[in-house]
């Protein structure tokens, strides 16, 4: 963590001091890539020596946890504190709220001591921000929280019939003891990184059920087959971890030699003309991706190694382990709308915001989604900058879509223009958005936009103000959330 000074305040061991400063990595994130490593290790043994089928649940829960206070302990010390506080404080809440309103007081204590966490290290820290931060873990507990608070409610204070099918699988019927609460918020395979999971789906990994639970899902045994396979979570680990490595040795090469900071170097600003400043931009913003992807791919590989994350069969047949996966690279990377770009980009999330936001407001869910996750990721003003330059893209994109899409279907090499031309803007847009997400602060957000003459803005604002709004059809991008939402409102 960075103080005034410019030095790295540590946070967790020193052992590994001499390896920051060799690769010329900040020790945090050292101590970071160290934890997650050692995870790894953790997540072989505990799936090959302490399995279902040999070791009862309270052991794996017992294990599971203990290990994750060790690694929590060692990567952010004292910030650590932070964490069992606010757990206790919930499980008091879910021991002794009503169900009624249970949801309600777990959701506002747990976003609101991570608010004042993030607002604390605003004057603390000033602006000193790391992927190891302790917020980061902070910010997935609150996930998870607030996901298993409203899952009880779902399951012990709401009738079957108000449910969507997702909230009814989903619904917890009893609530967790205090062990079983704990090691679904603290253990080892998520608590550095997460992702956010289910209660559910993490209780049947725990008690063994988790792959066959997915098998009968996709109707396994209609299918002809008449036993459940133990699928291996071994190639879709080492999968991941050579794209762990990929995206490690592209942010020690190329996240180096193109900084966030030059962005407000006096070149870029004052001299170079705007079509190298737009290239520049994006390779910038492509620059800052690998430690994003390497931190998430590395996380999902850890809770595959331990047997957590089967998704179940993909179209082809083949067995899937992307039930926690945060991100899609590939689409991603050759995303053709604003929309295919953000569903594919910190997918659990999305999710998350989804299933305690969006699906259960009454009025202005889109709105209220995009306050809740604001004041999630945290009181930067690089990240409302963002947020905000996001909805004028995301209208604009829609329009012209609407307008224009249709007139390039006609042929495959028309078809073949649109999506390399959306493809394009697409990226741009992109990287024109997402700046102030790693610039954080005012001064240097307003200094990049004024060089670029706020361009995004003015097409945005400008294809909202003339170009005809088409009637749109029925969303159908969560159409159980839509459909929960009519009911309340007849």
């Known amino acids: 963590m960075q103080d005034g000074s410019g030095a790295y305040r ?3 061991s020193t052992c590994l001091h001499p390896l920051s400063e060799l690769l010329g990595i900040p020790l945090d994130q050292v101590n970071f890539v160290a934890c997650q490593l050692s995870a790894l290790c953790a997540a072989f043994w505990f799936r090959l020596y302490l399995s ?52 309600r007081y777990s959701f506002f204590v747990a976003m609101g001591y991570l608010t004042i966490c993030h607002i604390s290290r605003i ?17 997935i507990v609150t996930q998870k ?34 062990l079983e609460y704990v090691s679904y918020l603290l253990n080892f395979m998520s608590v550095i990184a997460g992702p956010c999971n289910n209660f559910k789906d993490y209780i ?26 133990e699928p291996s979570p071994t190639g879709a680990v080492m999968h991941k971890l050579c794209v762990t490595l990929v995206s490690l040795l592209l942010f020690l090469t190329l996240t180096k030699t193109f900084p966030v900071t030059s962005l407000v170097d006096d070149w870029f600003v004052h001299e170079a003309n705007f079509l190298t400043r737009l290239c520049y931009l994006y390779i910038v913003m492509q620059a800052s991706k690998p430690k994003y992807y390497f931190a998430w791919t590395l996380a999902d590989a850890v809770n595959n190694a331990a047997g957590f994350g089967f998704s179940g069969v993909d179209k082809n047949g083949n067995f899937s382990w992307d039930l926690l996966s ?51 990721h945290g009181v930067y003003p690089g990240y409302y900058f963002t947020f905000l330059t996001g909805i004028l893209v995301t209208l604009a994109a829609r329009t ?91």
């Not at 060692?74 to 964490?83: E, K, Q």
């Not at 069992?84 to 009503?98: E, K, N, P, Q, R």
């Not at 590939?330 to 594919?344: D, G, H, P, R």
């Open 10 to 12: 540590t946070t967790g």
């Open 52 to 103: 279902p089928g040999e070791t009862s649940p309270a052991v794996r829960h017992a294990f599971a946890t203990i290990f994750g206070i060790y690694f929590v302990i060692f990567c952010f010390g004292w910030y650590s504190v932070h964490l069992f506080v606010l757990v206790l404080m919930c499980y008091g809440i879910m021991v002794t709220a009503s169900i009624s309103n249970i949801h």
């Open 123 to 139: 004057y603390i820290f000033h602006y000193g921000i790391l992927t190891t931060d302790f917020s980061g873990p902070l910010m």
């Open 145 to 178: 929280i607030t996901t298993l608070a409203f899952q009880v409610h779902d399951g012990l204070g709401r009738r079957a019939e108000d449910l969507s099918s997702e909230q009814h699988r989903l619904a917890v019927k009893a609530k967790p003891s205090f």
């Open 204 to 229: 049947a990994f725990i008690e063994g059920r988790h792959t066959h639970m997915k098998l009968l899902e996709v109707n396994w045994k209609e299918k002809g087959f008449h036993s459940l396979p």
């Open 326 to 376: 945060n991100l899609n690279i590939w689409k991603i990377e050759t995303a053709t709308s604003f929309k295919m770009y953000v569903e594919n980009w910190n997918i659990q999330t999305a999710t998350w915001l989804k299933r305690v936001c969006y699906e259960r407001v009454p009025w202005y869910p889109t709105v209220l989604t995009f306050i809740l996750s604001a004041l999630w």
């Open 400 to 490: 012209v879509r609407k307008n224009y899409r249709h007139y390039f279907l006609s042929s495959k090499a028309l078809k073949a223009v649109y999506d390399i031309v959306t493809w394009a803007v697409t990226q741009l847009a992109v990287s024109y958005t997402v700046a102030p997400f790693v610039m954080l602060a005012v001064e240097p957000t307003i200094s990049l936009y004024k060089s670029m003459y706020f361009y995004l803005h003015i097409i945005s604002l400008l294809i909202i103000l003339f170009l005809p709004i088409k009637p749109q059809a029925h969303n159908q991008r969560w159409p159980q959330t839509l459909n929960s939402l009519n009911k309340k409102m007849d």
